[in-house]
């Protein structure tokens, strides 16, 4: 067993070259607060790694990192009373406040892990009463939107409508082209002296030609139709989350449930539930009275070889800074 002895000094802190030396008494204690740690570690190892899987969303290995840093720190906490001298009752006073908490805390994380069926039956009929208070604000929105879609669908297609009926009136448009020549004109006057004088003169002719053309307002047909498909696309839409509107808000209610909302209910099963009651209050007097059992098992114990052994290599250090001291050279 002396590999026991061996990972109950790491647990607890003791020293082995000292405890190896010490009365089997020594040994036995250590081997009582090595039983009583790993009780509790183990306990919490499992309440870290559902509080970290189940309400933090966490994955195997951050479940398992969470696991370990849960049992470091009851760890640390224990090797507080456990390497403590017997002077000063302070500490055992908040330790047993801290196992109150730790009691607690670990007792309805467990409970609400066994009451997992009954809380989802709970769950079940809040999330139904959330719904329900939700639902009408919800719809009134979509139904808004939808006739604004409709209002904008209805008036698209009357533009539409106009616009082909323009186009059936009007398939064509014609267009005068106007065209204007410098044409020359001669002139020719006689004097009284009979001399003949010609004179060219540039005058404006003008040409009118009339074409017809397809109606330019066709190219405005097919941006036309595209939009009405895009707000007939909108409408179905918006009228299919209609239908799966409750569906939806189900989805989101379930999805941000979390440890204070189980936590309610939990409080909820224990009230109304005296079997309920009774099973939580039989996992926080276990958890409670594993937490104290180190705390107990100290205040009572009587001192060891171990701490004789301790407290005397303590002794002897303090002897031997003082003649240190009184040996240095400003003396």
């Known amino acids: 067993m002396d590999w026991w002895i061996k990972t109950g000094c790491f647990l607890t802190g003791y020293k082995y070259d000292i405890l190896k030396s010490c009365s089997e008494i020594a040994q036995q204690a250590v081997k009582r607060y090595t039983a009583a740690l ?10 870290g790694y559902s509080f970290v899987s189940v309400y933090l969303k966490g994955t195997l290995y951050t479940g398992l990192l969470g696991s370990v840093i849960f049992v470091l720190v009851i760890l640390q906490v224990e090797r507080q009373i456990i390497l403590s001298d017997g002077h000063g009752k302070a500490k055992y006073w908040i330790r047993g406040a801290i ?5 607690l805390l670990g007792s ?3 409970d609400q892990i066994i009451f997992q069926q009954d809380i989802a039956q709970k769950a079940m009929v809040a999330i139904n009463d959330q719904v329900d208070a939700i639902m009408p604000s919800k719809e009134d929105v979509l139904r808004k939107q939808t006739v604004q879609i409709d209002s904008s669908l209805l008036k698209k297609e009357f533009e539409r409508a106009a616009l082909v009926a323009d186009l059936s009136s009007h398939p064509t448009i014609q267009i005068v082209t106007r065209q204007t020549q410098k044409v020359p004109v001669a002139n ?7 001399i003949t004088t010609t004179n060219t003169r540039l005058l404006n002719s003008s040409t009118t030609q009339v074409n017809s053309i397809p109606n330019p307002k066709r190219d405005m047909l097919e941006p036309l139709d595209n939009q009405i498909k895009e707000l007939r696309n909108l409408k179905i839409e918006q009228e299919n989350r209609l239908i799966k509107l409750r569906t939806e808000v189900e989805s989101e209610a379930r ?3 979390g440890f204070l909302f189980e936590l309610k209910l ?3 099963i224990l009230h109304d539930s005296g079997a309920a009651f009774v099973v939580w209050l039989l996992w926080f007097l276990l958890l409670f009275g594993i937490e104290v059992f180190i705390v107990v098992n100290k205040l009572t114990q009587n001192e060891t070889d171990y701490d004789v052994s301790i407290q005397h290599h303590m002794e002897l250090r303090k002897r031997k800074l003082k003649l240190l001291a009184s040996q240095s050279p400003h003396q």
């Open 38 to 47: 790993v009780i509790i570690g183990v306990l919490w190892a499992f309440i």
């Open 99 to 103: 196992a109150v908490i730790m009691a």
């Open 108 to 110: 309805v994380i467990i």
């Open 188 to 194: 020719t006057v006689i004097d009284s002296n009979k």
């Open 255 to 257: 999805a941000n449930k």
């Open 266 to 268: 939990m409080y909820d």
